[in-house]
């Protein structure tokens, strides 16, 4: 099915009429290359200032000119659409759904000569920066000598003063950063901006190599790019030397579900094998982090964070803080776990270090800045405001210490200013100098972009990563491109359309090791029992499954509705039939009122989101369930539950007649189980599958007495028991089973009690112990647990029970031992996940 | 002056607290004319663990873990303390403010003494232009530093109605502000706020005041519960300024804590793993030990 959308979705090969344009590869190169000029005054990728193509560009031009026009359109649209597929997605704030980060650019190609000049000067700026802030939060001499100024660090929020004299757990501050880098109008690449706070962008990275390897194979492979792969390695390496334990565990500590780069987080976290944890997911205790896993608490070693380090300890930084862990401050001071970057390190991030920055590295590194920053000066300073005032009206402002926004969205102070701004900047010039940077504007430099027919220069900015190593700082061989879909050159312009393109670093000699993606063998350990299953993700899955089920079950009352509805028949006993379906569907929250046509009805049960239980509801909190799980979900399943919103919702003209609702409801169906069978095919036993499952047994069980209470009871017409197998989905086994029609007793024997159906209570119930008994157990005692009690208890009933002889009361309290059996695994398994036991602040008035 | 204290703070839960963490800052401060004698402080139920710290600006700081299951839990600090300040200078002396803004800016050194901590904008203080533009009128130019504040001060004290009804522990600045009412919180950290939008540096500071005022002289407010004033970095030193009751720092005045903002330095912050609601409880006694009266019940 799946393969049959894929294809479906390819755009169509360009028309016929665009065959003359066909040409050979020497046209086309020259096609391509005509007329291409760089911007006035501004370096180009491409072409050299006398207008000759770079060597690196011609190759890789001359590789991709086998490629027609139209076949480079359909692997760049396919690349985009993996891309789509996989969830590689952004939400840019404020916007509650996420929209698809944009590949389709051509690579970014870097000579390995020059590539060497830029990694070296990373990776300097990298230590010169673990230096400032090595002495900023410890003895302060560089504040103390004059060497940077003072008053602006201290006025600086990320100037964490909880940390100040906590020497780092692993000896480090920083162990990941990254440089906003582009050209300057002499050619020379410099840095635009640092990033030390929590670093984004690599797993775009890692992400856009997988694509662009795959969209391009021939000219990937003919270029001897740089592999990225052994980077990641070395990072891992990084963080797990910070460790005390041999083995440590390493978490990603992340800013959750709705931040703008989550799935970016979830991506790296799968990658690496990290854990993707939520601040609620930590415990602070007995000098000790944990994770709350359904294997109980799990020591952490190591977090490699992913918010901003005020956030992370509500009790002694941030107290308006729901994404840290109250007492992590504390743990990162007695060295029980070890943190990537530490908090606080986004202070060297701010404009007021750009103007200190080359002195400091004469001083604590000996040797000349190798990258420069922007020409920058810091108005607190007296001479540096002289200097300032006099090229008032040339230079562009910004807050110094603003280290979140950086140089691109200061426009108010920027270029451009208007007499109303300009008044604003100059009192604060005079209140309070010390609050701002003034900086030379910046003018982007440009890379080629293919339009479809030819190139264009457009601005871009190239992100370079770097991490702390047993062995130094190691820098990326590749990173995250932002090119901009405009020719504005002004970075204030980046925040508009942008496209990602991959970076390529071409090996100095082609004989450069060609690193398998995969690491050595010796490295990754056979390990069978999976990783850890953190109790909000156990939660999170779990009613991922009861609200699919929830979302079926609702479906099928809906259909069984319509159907009775569309039969000829106006017997009284159908009635009574469509009127226990009617008042099931407004007791479950689908329909606001049992009474109205089938069709409005089924239209409220279907696709109204206003009622809480409609199927649509349920669709949506499973999506908000999966949205949390992002990297627990493959691509395919992520899909499945987009295509069953987009099913379950109305069409916008507003006509659903029965037949659209029917048809509605029967692709929802074979969507639920799509579903049900990936989740059966893709996940781990032990891990994820577990709960999953379990959800849905649970809801499946609870269900099948509930129907089997209402239509299945002892004056059960033809109708009812006829709508109950419907409800089921057992008519077809049953009519393979009995040839006369149906009666009461097979009936419920079919959905009840019979152990080989696999949608009777009977069948669910032995699901629920099959899974329960992977899972592992917190009791030393060796006595079972008390879901496995419950669900024992529970089977051995059903099995001793008779359908000829079965009271309906015991249906309904099987119904309510199925309820206790949801309630106790949760109580066992995520008994943080509900809001029960989060932490609340103390309030205290003066 | 010698001061027996007591300050006693009280939760109660609806439903039980499985587990809590908290920070005190409870102790009253040593130096700049106190002598702290003694100080106790009883926890229930018992803490688990209790490490004692000194905080980036020098105050004492507990932290706290009660494991326990609980419904109330309770502190009750003990503290005995002399108080003998040197007499306040005369604010018509010291540099001009324009000179204090200057000193800032190229102050060498991040201490914590240092008065450029205190000089930008804090969690709980925002620099809003409003506040910047009521400070201007204390502040002429080429006027003293001490000279503005304690004019500043005044005009507080003067313009601002005490009204314990009117804010709560976290109305925001421009609130309070706006409405011209408050407590000594709002009081001192709109007097902080509008400093700060001049450059000058002003620092928040927790304490108590004496209950109850010598004889033939009125009651302070404040004096019932924890207080709160502003210490204003001058050029040459620091001046403890109470915009709530319009005077100087001076012997009724026992510092806790001092920091950027209440934030820096609440007496009792924390978190607990429970949900339900909370009733908060606080009681202050300040007596001078020469003439004694009947504590807090």
């Known amino acids: 099915m799946s393969e049959a959308l894929a294809e479906a979705d390819i755009p169509a090969p360009p028309p016929r009429e665009d065959r003359p344009r066909e040409d050979g590869p020497e046209e086309r190169l020259a096609r391509w290359t005509a007329g291409y000029a760089a911007l006035p005054g501004l370096p180009d990728e491409l072409v050299t200032p006398d207008g000759r193509l770079r060597p690196a560009w011609d190759r890789f031009l001359r590789h991709l000119a086998d490629l027609t026009d139209g076949e480079i359109a359909a692997r760049l649209a396919a690349a985009g659409r993996h891309i789509h597929e996989t969830g590689i997605a952004y939400r840019a704030y404020g916007e509650a759904t996420e929209r698809d980060w944009p590949i389709g650019a051509l690579p970014l190609l870097i000579e390995g000569a020059e590539w060497q000049v830029i990694a070296a000067g990373v990776a300097q700026r990298a230590e010169l920066l673990e230096a400032v802030l090595t002495d900023l939060y410890g003895d302060g001499a560089l504040a103390r000598a004059g060497l940077l100024p003072a008053a602006a660090a201290a006025g600086d929020p990320e100037f964490l003063r909880p940390l100040v004299g906590v020497s780092p757990p692993g000896g480090r501050h920083l162990h990941f950063y990254a440089a906003d880098l582009a050209r300057g109008p002499d050619g020379a690449w410099r840095v635009l901006a640092d990033r030390t706070q929590a670093p984004s962008g690599a797993g775009h990275a890692l992400e856009n190599r997988l694509v662009m390897a795959r969209a391009l194979p021939e000219v990937y492979g003919a270029l001897d790019v740089e592999r990225v792969a052994s980077f990641f390695q070395a990072f891992r390496d990084g963080l797990a030397a910070a460790a005390t334990r041999a083995e440590p565990r390493i978490g990603l500590m992340t800013s959750g579900p709705y931040s703008d780069t989550y ?95 080359p002195a400091l590295c004469e001083r604590l590194l000996g040797e000349p800045l190798r990258l420069p920053g922007l020409p920058t000066w810091w108005c607190g300073d007296p001479a540096q405001r002289d200097a300032v005032m006099q090229r008032f009206d040339a230079l562009a402002f910004r807050p110094a210490a603003a280290p979140a926004q950086g140089a691109f969205t200061s426009r108010a102070f920027g270029e451009g200013r208007d007499a109303a701004e300009t008044a604003r900047l100059r009192a604060v010039l005079r209140d309070r100098p010390g609050d701002l940077v003034a900086h030379e504007p910046v003018r982007l430099s440009t890379a080629p972009v293919w339009d479809g027919t030819r190139l264009v220069p457009r601005p871009f900015v190239l992100r370079v990563f770097a991490a702390a190593t047993p062995e130094g700082w190691q820098v990326m061989p590749g990173g995250f491109c932002r090119i901009s879909e405009t020719p504005d050159v002004r970075p204030v312009a980046m925040g508009a359309g942008v496209r990602a393109a991959d970076v390529w670093v071409l090996s100095p000699d082609s004989t450069a090791a060609q690193a398998s993606l995969l690491p050595p063998s010796d490295r990754v350990a056979v390990r069978r029992v999976p990783g850890l299953l953190p109790s ?46 009617r008042a099931l569907l407004h007791l479950w929250g689908a329909a606001p009122s049992p009474k109205g046509g089938a069709a409005e009805l089924a239209h409220h049960a279907l696709s109204d989101g206003s009622q809480w239980g409609s199927a649509l509801s349920h669709a949506l909190s499973a999506r908000r369930n999966a949205a949390a799980l992002r990297e627990r979900l493959s691509g395919e399943a992520w899909r499945a539950l987009s295509a069953l919103r987009e099913v379950l919702e109305a069409p916008a003209d507003g006509t659903d007649s029965e037949a659209a609702l029917l048809d509605r409801a029967e692709r929802a169906l074979s969507l639920t189980a799509a579903l049900a069978g990936l989740a059966q095919e893709n ?78 209570l009977a069948f669910q119930v032995a699901c629920l112990g099959e899974r329960l008994a992977v899972l592992p157990s917190l009791r030393q005692d060796g006595v079972a647990e008390l879901p496995v009690r419950l669900v024992a208890g529970l089977s051995g009933e059903i099995a001793a029970a008779e359908a000829a002889t079965l009271p309906l009361d015991t249906v309904a309290a099987w119904e309510m031992r199925l309820w206790e059996i949801a309630e106790a695994i949760g109580a066992r398994y995520f008994p943080g996940g509900s809001d029960a036991a989060r932490p609340e602040p103390l309030t205290t008035l003066a | 002056m010698l001061y027996r204290l007591r300050h006693l703070t009280a939760y109660a ?6 587990f809590a963490r908290c920070t005190l800052r409870l102790a009253p401060a040593a130096g700049d004319g106190q002598v702290p004698l003694s100080h106790e402080v009883v926890v229930e139920p018992a803490p688990q663990t209790a490490t004692e710290r000194t905080d980036f600006f020098g105050n004492r700081t507990v932290s706290l873990t009660v494991e326990t299951p609980h419904r109330a839990f309770s502190i009750d600090a003990r503290s005995r303390i002399r108080v003998e300040r040197p007499p306040l200078p005369d604010p018509a002396t010291g540099p001009a403010w324009e000179e204090v803004r200057a000193q800032v800016l190229t102050w060498p050194g991040l201490g914590p003494d240092a008065p450029l901590h205190f000089a930008a904008p804090s969690r709980r203080v925002p620099l809003l232009p409003e506040i910047t533009d009521y400070a201007r009128a204390s502040f002429p130019p080429g006027g003293g530093a001490h000279a503005g504040a304690f004019d500043l001060m005044r005009r507080i004290q003067a313009d601002f109605a005490f ?52 004889p033939g002289q009125p009651r302070l407010e404040g004096a019932d519960a924890s207080h709160a004033w502003v210490s204003v970095w001058c050029g040459e030193g620091w001046i403890g300024l109470d915009p709530t009751n319009g005077i100087g720092v001076q012997n009724d005045h026992i510092v806790v804590a001092r920091g950027r903002d209440y934030a820096d330095v609440a007496p009792v912050a924390g978190i607990i793993a429970g949900s339900g609601a909370q009733s908060l409880t606080v009681a202050v006694d300040v007596v001078p030990e020469e003439e004694e009266v009947g504590g807090p019940g």
């Open chain 2, 163 to 214: 009204d314990s009804e009117a804010t709560e522990v976290g109305t925001p600045l421009a609130e309070s502000f706006a409405g011209r009412r408050g407590v000594c919180q709002d009081f001192s950290h709109i007097m902080i706020a509008a400093l700060r939008g001049l450059g000058l540096p002003a620092a928040y500071v927790s304490g108590y005041l004496r209950t109850l005022p010598p």
């Open chain 1, 263 to 357: 799935v970016e987080q979830a991506v790296l976290a799968r990658y690496l094998g990290f854990s993707l944890v939520e601040g609620d997911d930590l415990l602070v205790r007995d000098g000790m982090v944990s994770i709350r896993t359904v294997a109980g608490l799990k020591r952490v070693d190591v977090l490699w964070r992913r918010i901003d380090g005020d956030f992370v300890d509500p009790l002694e930084l941030n107290a308006a803080s729901r994404l840290g862990a109250p007492g992590l401050v504390e743990a990162l001071r007695s060295g029980a776990v070890a943190m990537g970057n530490m908090p606080g390190t986004g202070l060297v991030e701010s404009g007021w270090l750009a103007a200190s920055l």
């Open chain 1, 536 to 581: 909000r993700a156990a939660d999170n899955l779990f009613w991922l499954g009861r609200h699919l089920e929830r979302a079926e079950a609702v479906i099928r009352l809906t259909t069984c509705l319509l159907d009775g509805a569309g039969s000829v028949s106006m017997a009284a006993e159908d009635l009574a039939t469509s009127a226990r379906l």
């Open chain 2, 13 to 18: 839960y609806r439903n039980p607290v499985g």
């Open chain 1, 683 to 760: 996940m781990n036993r032990a891990g994820g599958f577990a709960f999953v499952d379990m959800g849905r047994r649970v809801e499946r069980a609870v269900n099948a007495c509930r129907f089997a209470l209402d239509f299945g009871g002892a004056g059960a017409s033809t109708d009812d028991l006829g709508v109950l197998l419907d409800l089921v989905d057992s008519r077809i086994s049953y009519g393979a089973r009995y040839i006369l029609g149906v009666a009461l007793a097979p009936v419920r024997d079919m959905v009840l009690l019979d152990p080989f159906n696999p949608r009777s």
